[in-house]
């Protein structure tokens, strides 16, 4: 029996990653680590064993960078720059990946909000949206209503 496999690429389809589903876990990390090297108000990754992970195309076009701080490993595309592995330090059995890598299922959803107190104060948050009149597919929360001034009565 075959295990299900879930193919990931990179943008400009230099890099293939194959894994093997499902992952065991999935989390939306909000840390400012995280902000900073995907340029995102939060990141969604899934986890996943190193023996189950396959580089099928590209491996040459990885490259790497290793944080002194907390020897977390991230990887990414040399070419287009897009976000691939992200190793941390202590976990070298454990491999996580980007979810946007992914088109189809990986066997888990993410439920789990990792460093939330660093969210980016302008993230999303669930806000109403309505469309923007002459931009098919642009949502928009509306503009912000000035408040008016407290005027004290004579």
Same mark, same amino acid.
């Given at each position: 029996?075959?295990?299900? $496999?879930? #193919?990931?690429?990179?943008?400009?389809?230099?890099?293939?990653?194959?894994?093997?589903?499902? #992952?065991? *876990?999935?989390?939306?990390?909000?840390?400012?680590?995280?902000?900073?090297?995907? =340029?995102?108000?939060?990141? !969604?990754?899934?986890?996943?064993?190193?023996?189950?992970?396959?580089? #099928?195309?590209?491996?040459?076009?990885?490259?790497?960078?290793? %944080?002194?701080?907390?020897?977390?490993?991230?990887? @990414?595309?040399?070419?287009? =720059?897009?976000?691939?592995?992200?190793?941390?330090?202590?976990?070298?059995?454990?491999?996580?990946?980007?979810?946007?890598? @992914? %088109? !189809?299922?990986?066997?888990?959803?993410?439920?789990?909000?990792?460093? @939330?107190?660093?969210?980016?104060?302008?993230?999303?948050?669930?806000?109403?949206?309505?469309?923007?009149? =002459?931009?098919?597919?642009?949502? *928009?929360?509306?503009? $912000?209503?000035?408040?008016?001034? %407290?005027?004290?009565? @004579?």
């Amino acid at each position: 029996m075959r295990s299900a $496999k879930a #193919v990931g690429i990179c943008l400009c389809g230099a890099v293939k990653i194959e894994i093997a589903v499902p #992952v065991f *876990w999935a989390w939306h990390d909000h840390g400012r680590a995280t902000q900073r090297a995907q =340029g995102c108000a939060y990141a !969604t990754y899934v986890g996943c064993w190193k023996s189950k992970l396959r580089i #099928v195309k590209g491996a040459k076009s990885i490259a790497t960078y290793e %944080d002194p701080k907390t020897c977390a490993i991230r990887s @990414f595309c040399a070419r287009c =720059g897009t976000p691939l592995l992200y190793e941390r330090a202590g976990r070298g059995k454990m491999i996580n990946l980007p979810r946007a890598l @992914f %088109d !189809t299922r990986t066997g888990r959803e993410p439920l789990y909000h990792l460093n @939330f107190a660093e969210s980016a104060e302008w993230e999303y948050r669930g806000e109403a949206l309505k469309p923007l009149k =002459g931009y098919p597919g642009v949502l *928009w929360t509306g503009a $912000k209503r000035k408040k008016a001034p %407290d005027i004290a009565p @004579f």
